[in-house]
T-cell receptor, first 116, second 116 residues
Framework: GAVVSQHPSRVICKSGTSVKIECRSL??????MFWYRQFPKQSLMLMAT?????????EQGVEKDKFLINHASLTLSTLTVTSAHPEDSSFYIC????????????FGPGTRLTVL | AQSVSQHNHHVILSEAASLELGCNYS??????LFWYVQYPGQHLQLLLK??????LVKGIKGFEAEFIKSKFSFNLRKPSVQWSDTAEYFC??????????????FGTGTLLAVQP
């Protein structure tokens, strides 16, 4: 149990377009999901905390108008990179916190975004 | 601000060698501590975690870690590594303020290569 999926696993888009990434908890409900960004040879940086039914909480320095997060159900959070630019190219990883598993996060496989 | 340091960025070992990966964090309050592993092409998986109690925790695949509060450390160990342990290892800290908090702060990761 505690499987988290992401879709797509890889996406290439043109500069100026928007890209949506989905994060799903497949076998459990998650009121809280998280979005991370990982640069090559660097650590995971938390971008925002996605809360079901309410606004996401963004980390300092993350533009909320650029990285739109929607957590419309207990099993789905989406991250939309709006007006993508090459510097947005990165590996985006989501995680979900399972209720009852105190402070333990289960991670998705990640989405590789390349902006041309 | 909280931070997590992993001093070994790249470790190369022969099979059957012993492993110790360092992790230090900066936060004076109560913490939860985690080690995650990311095998090539796969998503992050939890190796082990410390919440409270015995500071020596045992995880999957023969890994263990010791929480030394006075040193703000949570080093990962394995007495005899295998080729299949080749992966990237991330230390993470979840600082608790009063009640539960969800934010995980990750170290920069240690890439372990085990030579057969």
């Amino acid at each position: 149990g505690a499987v988290v999926s992401q879709h797509p696993s890889r996406v290439i888009c043109k500069s100026g377009t928007s890209v949506k990434i989905e994060c799903r908890s497949l076998d459990f409900q998650a009121t809280t999901m998280f979005w991370y960004r990982q640069f090559p040879k660097q650590s995971l940086m938390l971008m925002a905390t996605s809360n079901e039914g309410s606004k996401a909480t963004y980390e300092q320095g993350v533009e909320k108008d650029k990285f739109l997060i929607n957590h419309a159900s207990l099993t789905l959070s989406t991250l939309t990179v709006t007006s993508a630019h090459p510097e947005d190219s990165s590996f985006y990883i989501c995680s979900a916190r399972r209720e009852g598993f105190y402070n333990e996060q289960f991670f998705g496989p990640g989405t590789r975004l390349t902006v041309l | 601000a909280q931070s997590v340091s992993q001093h070994n960025h790249h470790v190369i070992l022969s099979e059957a060698a012993s492993l110790e990966l360092g992790c230090n964090y900066s936060y004076g309050g109560t913490v939860n501590l985690f080690w995650y592993v990311q095998y090539p092409g796969q998503h992050l998986q939890l190796l082990l975690k410390y919440f409270s109690g015995d500071p020596l925790v045992k995880g999957i695949k023969g890994f263990e870690a010791e929480f030394i509060k006075s040193k703000f450390s949570f080093n990962l160990r394995k007495p005899s590594v295998q080729w299949s342990d080749t992966a990237e290892y991330f230390c993470a800290v979840n600082a608790r303020y009063g009640g539960a908090t969800n934010k995980l702060i990750f170290g920069t990761g240690t890439l372990l290569a085990v030579q057969p």
